[in-house]
Every structure is written in C-alpha cells, then in structure tokens.
C-alpha cells in the first residue's frame, strides 16, 4: 500500500542551527502539507503546497519555516536558526485532491536542545 | 479563533459500550467532515468521513452524524473496544483545521 515516508524519524538539533525536514508524498497526490504536534497536543497545521506553490500557510508558519519540493518526488520542510520551542513531532502529509483524506507519515521528532 | 471545537478532551468506556465524540464547526464553507484516529508514536488516519449532501455515514461501528444547521458533527463508535483506545481529531477546511483531539480509553 502506498504511504507517505519520513526522514529522518529523529532529530536533535542545537539551538540556532538549521534543519531539514524530508518527506516523500504518495506518487499521484498533488496536494502537499506540513504539521506539527507538540508531545500530547493538537494537530497544528503550518503550510499545504500545490502546484509548486504554497497555497496556505498558518501563522506558525513564519520567515523561519519554507518548504520546497525539489525534485519530482520529495518534499522538505526547512526551519532556519531552531528555537526550544521548535520541539515537537512534524508529519508530512498528502492528498489526492482537495477535500479528501489526507495521508500522514509516521513524522519526524525534532528535539532542539 | 478556533476554526473547529472538539469535546469531550478525554473519554472512558466500558468495552462494548458506545462512544461519543462531538466537533462543532465556524464556516459554514466547510464541505469536508473527516475523523482521524492517532495511536500513541504514530501519525493521524483517517477513520471516517463525510459531506454535507448527507445526515450520517456508516462504516461498520464507526458512523458520523452531521447536523448542518446546528453546523456540528460527531462520531460514534459502537461496541468499543480497547484497541479503540486512541486519541480522536476532527478536522476541516481541507484538512487545515484540527480539533484539539479527544483521548478515548477503552477499559476491558
């Protein structure tokens, strides 16, 4: 069965460096999304991306954070100078269209220390 | 502002009994209703979903009910389980909107 894949599964990061987020979407979905969960709390959105754009993005969602699909098939999520509170879990998502069921990766846990 | 509001936060049952999850919505321009269901290390799945265009959708034990003019929806699960034992999110405008999620305990 398809599924949405990300790498890495864990990343611990010092304050103020760069990370890269990477996730490979479901071959035929056109739709693209980045969330984040703090341990034990909401599903917080931060961007969707179609069509080689960005087509919403929340207010989390700041010159900090920019996503980019670089090639056919990946798609990252890039957080400049990581702050403590940048701890959490980051799924990617995809779907066919929109409106419809979106598919998560099993995400990737971001430890700032 | 809170696009979509979930209750209850945290929910215990008796296997084999039902349980009740509710999600009440803002925008009236939502036309997508899904359910996801997280386990504990794992990313959401979606577990049901609807449209407007109807009142309620069955897929075994799990249905949603949708009142449009009360512009709420809810999930039931029938005969609970306890690998029903999850934490549940409602969620809309395109998947950009998650309820604040309710923990579901299901004791044997």
């Known amino acids: 069965e398809p599924e949405v894949t990300q790498t890495p599964s864990h990343q611990v990061t010092q304050m103020g460096q760069e990370v890269i987020l990477r996730c490979v979407p479901i071959?035929?979905?056109?739709?693209f999304y980045w969330y984040r969960q703090i341990l034990g709390q909401k599903v917080e959105f931060l961007v969707s991306?179609?069509?080689?754009?960005?087509?919403?993005k929340s207010e989390i969602f700041d010159d900090q954070f920019s996503v980019e699909r670089p090639d056919g098939s990946n798609f990252t999520l890039k957080i400049r100078s990581t702050k403590l509170e940048d701890s959490a879990m980051y799924f990617c998502?995809?779907?066919?269209?929109?409106?419809?069921?979106?598919?998560f990766g099993q995400g990737t846990r971001l430890t700032v220390v | 502002q809170q696009q979509v509001k979930q209750s209850p936060q945290s929910l215990i049952v008796q296997k084999g009994g039902i349980s009740i999850i509710n999600c009440a919505y803002e925008n009236t321009a939502f036309d997508y209703f899904p359910w996801y269901q997280q386990f504990p290390g794992k990313g959401p799945a979606l577990l049901i979903a609807?449209?407007?265009?109807?009142s309620e959708k069955k897929e075994g034990r799990f249905t949603i009910s949708f009142n449009k003019s009360a512009k709420q929806f809810s999930l039931h699960i029938m005969d609970s389980q306890p690998g029903d034992s999850a934490t549940y999110f409602c969620?809309?405008?395109?998947?950009?909107?998650f309820g604040t999620g309710t923990r579901l305990t299901v004791i044997p």
């Open positions: 991306f179609y069509n080689n754009e960005i087509s919403e």
């Open positions: 969620a809309g405008k395109n998947n950009l909107f």
């Open positions: 609807i449209r407007p265009d109807v």
């Open positions: 071959s035929n979905h056109l739709y």
């Open positions: 998502a995809s779907s066919v269209k929109v409106n419809t069921e979106a598919f």
